[in-house]
């Protein structure tokens, strides 16, 4: 098969052929339609996950077709449309027994712990408790920009955040997981203010339903300017971007018993970073992560985007063909672009 390949961190990666992947006899084999690229994937690159073993292909935003199962799997067969978390789990430890299979004891990712999705075929082990059956409507770009950030953003909305109509939510960075945020919160009437530094992306934010935003660029108290336009403060805010100063401000912007959420990544030196814990405390604040949903939980999510409610095509920004994905890949940090961009490595996707 042909995939997205580097054996150096931080070195750019060619394109290889590669052995086609087997199924595990609880697994199958994917045939890769569309996968996103995500920030994540540049952190891997740079050599900041320790999961991942060199040589490596990246990836863990995919949806596609299985080709092949292995011996065991019950539920799935040859021809399925699907998609998968980008947190996998085992099914039998005490997290997955308890339903927070996004916090698995024994949890794998493609494209960190194993050989990803930049790749014609990718294998998924645990399919039975992994997989997720894609709506016959659904496109396959559309699938894969559900990916970590969208339904790493409805989790952390929904189930984290609690977001009702009424409540004020701010979203720091409007990437592809705060844009998703934006649309998320705003669908269940909540109030939404965007935080960035572009005004094109504010802009896109502004279509997707917030109803203030913030160029973080010009304003000298980022969370200042929050609590103004909130009237005392957001009653859930979220670090979509994952920075010291994202973190501190969207802590800092919070009204009392308000909530943090830490969705964007922190990774090498802002892994402990420093956070206002004197208004933490004088506040009562709560501070919460979430990373990524379990594929149970899907359903509601698919149900919203079949009502209309939610519309996640609308932050795709632009497909690319496999072959620039590993330019597209080295260029992450710039933040280039608007919305999810979305590798279709083949002309039948």
Request: aromatic letters at 6%; proline letters at 5%; hydrophobic letters at 45%.
């Amino acid at each position: 098969m042909k995939a997205v390949y580097y054996a150096v961190f931080g070195q750019l990666p060619t394109i290889e052929t590669t052995p086609d992947p087997t199924p595990p006899a609880d697994g199958v084999v994917i045939q890769v339609k569309a996968t996103g690229l995500c920030r994540s994937d540049w952190h891997g690159w740079m050599g900041h996950d320790p999961d991942i073993t060199l040589p490596h292909v990246p990836g863990h935003e995919l949806a596609g077709v299985v080709t092949a199962v292995g011996r065991d799997v019950r539920l799935w067969q040859a021809g399925a449309r699907v998609t998968v978390p980008f947190v996998c789990g085992c099914g039998r430890c005490p997290q997955c027994l308890s339903g927070n299979h996004q916090v698995c004891d024994n949890q794998f990712q493609p494209g960190f712990t194993h050989w990803g999705s930049f790749a014609e075929f990718v294998a998924i082990a645990r399919a039975d408790i992994n997989l997720v059956r894609l709506p016959a409507e659904m496109d396959f770009v559309t699938a894969a920009s559900l990916g970590c950030r969208f339904t790493t953003a409805f989790r952390a909305v929904a189930d984290q955040g609690q977001v009702s109509a009424g409540q004020w939510v701010a979203v720091h960075g409007c990437g592809g997981v705060g844009l998703s945020a934006v649309m998320i919160a705003s669908s269940l009437g909540a109030n939404v203010i965007a935080i960035d530094i572009a005004e094109d992306k504010l802009a896109l934010a502004h279509s997707l339903g917030a109803v203030a935003a913030v160029n973080a660029a010009n304003e000298t108290d980022v969370a200042l300017k929050v609590r103004e336009l909130t009237g005392g403060g957001a009653h859930v805010s979220l670090d979509a971007l994952g920075s010291p100063t994202t973190c501190y401000n969207s802590i800092a912007n919070l009204r009392k018993r308000g909530k943090h959420i830490q969705v964007g990544l922190m990774a090498g030196d802002h892994r402990h970073t420093a956070v206002p814990l004197d208004k933490v405390i004088a506040h009562e604040l709560e501070i919460l992560g979430s990373h990524g949903m379990q594929a149970f939980r899907y359903q509601p999510m698919l149900d919203m985007i079949g009502s209309g409610k939610l519309a996640p095509e609308r932050l795709v920004g632009q497909t690319i063909s496999l072959t620039e994905a590993p330019a597209a890949l080295a260029n992450m940090d710039q933040f280039p672009g608007t919305g999810i961009t979305v590798i279709t490595p083949f002309t039948n996707a």
